[in-house]
């Protein structure tokens, strides 16, 4: 015969209060109705739980038995119902998010908005930089990379393998001719990432040596530092540039060079810290990245 959740509720009850009369005052039940859920109990599991005596209750040794179960197994329900509870809790408090200059003012940036709405507790600080901060010194709580994490103490989620085109404005090509070919690069005005030990994404100056054969890189006609200033200056029709995808405005003058060639693809990473594994705030925000991706494709 399986056991009465509610009795054993109410069993678990006396015992901690030792009389009916207090259980009953803590259920708001009379002290008649705890009497008779206790006889009840009694009789389905067929042994005395309690000895009654005019200074009140105690517990027999089945009873004993039975309290010290039900006590374990209602301590954990209590602790299980906490983090139910918690994890409906709404997120709040800061969260430090940095990622790329390009990802962050032509991607996130945009998006961001309806994060704020979700989660309107969360006090949200984006830190665009191409640099790598430094998670473990807590210089951000998470960052979204264009490359793996190189430190081993990092969590790390793909995101999203991403694609990089050739492109150059209408007016630009309009002016300077069409590149028909890969070796038609050699006499456009190429713009690439300037000097860094280590750009935003892997290979970015890739333009440089597609289809070159053993004699040297193409020279740029302008380098920067910036990928967000790589599209401003392409969109101004200074030359042709290698872009991630997502940077592409389908609405702008942009028109993809040697469609067919395309460049290394950019792995998107969500790292943090293991120390914040549990932390809600950042659990959404993965989320919500991911959602957003799934919404946008790039």
């Not at 906490?82 to 940095?98: C, F, H, I, N, W």
């Not at 200056?233 to 405005?249: D, Q, R, S």
């Amino acid at each position: 015969m399986a056991m009465d959740w509610d009795k054993l509720r109410i069993f678990h009850a006396v015992a901690e209060a030792g009389s009916f009369t207090h259980a009953g005052e803590q259920l708001n039940l009379s002290q008649s109705a705890v009497s008779r859920q206790i006889s009840g109990l009694e009789e389905s599991l067929s042994v005395p739980l309690f000895h009654r005596h005019a200074r009140g209750l105690l517990l027999t040794e089945q009873g004993e038995l039975l309290y010290r179960t039900a006590h374990e197994v209602f301590g954990k329900l209590a602790m299980i119902e906490a983090q139910l509870t918690e994890s409906k809790d709404r997120p709040k408090g800061p969260l430090k998010v940095t990622t790329t200059v390009a990802f962050g003012s032509t991607w996130l940036a945009p998006r961001i908005r309806d994060f704020m709405e979700l989660y309107p507790e969360i006090g949200l600080h984006l830190i665009l930089a191409d640099r790598e901060l430094d998670l473990s010194m807590r210089e951000a709580d998470v960052a979204v990379r264009m490359m793996p994490p190189r430190q081993a103490d990092l969590i790390q989620r793909h995101l999203i393998t991403m694609h990089v085109q050739a492109y150059a404005s209408a007016d630009y090509l309009k002016r300077h001719g069409p590149v028909n070919s890969v070796e038609d690069l050699d006499h456009h005005k190429l713009i690439v990432y300037g000097e860094d030990k280590r750009p935003p994404v892997p290979d970015v100056n890739w333009l440089l040596h597609s289809g070159r054969r053993g004699s040297g890189p193409r020279k740029p006609a302008l380098s920067l530092n910036n990928v967000y200033g790589i599209l401003q200056a392409v969109m101004a029709g200074a030359g042709i540039a290698a872009l991630p995808e997502f940077m592409v405005n389908k609405q702008s003058d942009l028109v993809p060079v040697l469609p067919d060639m395309e460049g290394p693809q950019i792995d998107t990473y969500f790292v943090y810290s293991e120390e914040l594994r549990s932390t809600k705030r950042i659990a959404v925000f993965r989320d919500f990245l991911l959602r957003k991706i799934a919404e946008t494709g790039f």
